[in-house]
């Protein structure tokens, strides 16, 4: 098993930014593919970004160049710098991590952008 935990959500004005975290514990060894993603009320869960254990990033296009995607493998921890926010961006994301083919997922934590 593997345990995603994140933080870092909350409330912030349009034009602000926000760090999210997600650590991992447990049966973490083989973790490739982590990323994070986003649900925002009544709709479906969306890919924000993804990143490879070699460091290969993927993004969507509604947060290309606001958003970025890191790792450290030596604590564990996945981030998501979250910068020029925009009310659409109000949701709750998702911590995601692949240890081979099989899926982990977070409890997730509210980001919530004010116009």
């Known amino acids: 098993q593997v345990q995603l935990v994140e933080s870092g959500g909350g409330l912030v004005q349009a034009g602000g930014s926000l760090r999210l975290s997600c650590a991992a514990s447990?049966?973490?060894?083989?973790?490739?593919?982590m990323g994070w993603y986003r649900q925002a009320p009544g709709k479906q869960r969306d890919l924000v970004a993804t990143?490879?254990?070699?460091?290969?990033?993927n993004y969507a296009d509604s947060v290309k160049g606001r958003f970025t995607i890191s790792r450290d493998n030596a604590k564990n921890t996945l981030y998501l710098q979250m910068n020029s926010l925009k009310p659409e961006d109000t949701a709750v994301y998702y911590c995601?991590?692949?240890?081979?083919?099989?899926?982990?997922w977070g409890q997730g934590t509210q980001v919530t952008v004010s116009s």
């Open positions: 995601n991590a692949y240890r081979g083919w099989i899926p982990y």
């Open positions: 447990g049966n973490i060894f083989n973790i490739n593919t």
């Open positions: 990143i490879t254990s070699g460091g290969s990033r």
